[in-house]
């Protein structure tokens, strides 16, 4: 069992009527790259009680914590 980190909706996606009522989101790649490879997926919300996380924590094999961004990395010339 393996835990990804929920991130928040970038500021561009706040809006979108697909994300009403979120403030976080994990990318579907993220769990399909898991399950591929035959993990199960436990969410870990960012806006979750710590307690609740803590509950979490002690059944999982391991976290995924996603971040960055392509734009730190890349920069175009011209």
Known sequence: ???IISQ???DDLVDDPR???KTTYIMDAY???ME???ARV???VSTESDEDTLAK???LNGVLIPGG???EHFTSKG
Do not use: C, K, R, W
Request: charged share 10%.
């Open 1 to 3: 069992m393996i835990g």
């Open 8 to 10: 928040n909706l970038p």
């Open 19 to 21: 994300f009403e009522g």
């Open 31 to 33: 769990v399909n790259y």
């Open 36 to 38: 591929a490879f035959g």
């Open 42 to 44: 436990v969410p870990i």
């Open 57 to 59: 924590l002690q059944t």
């Open 69 to 71: 961004s392509q734009d």
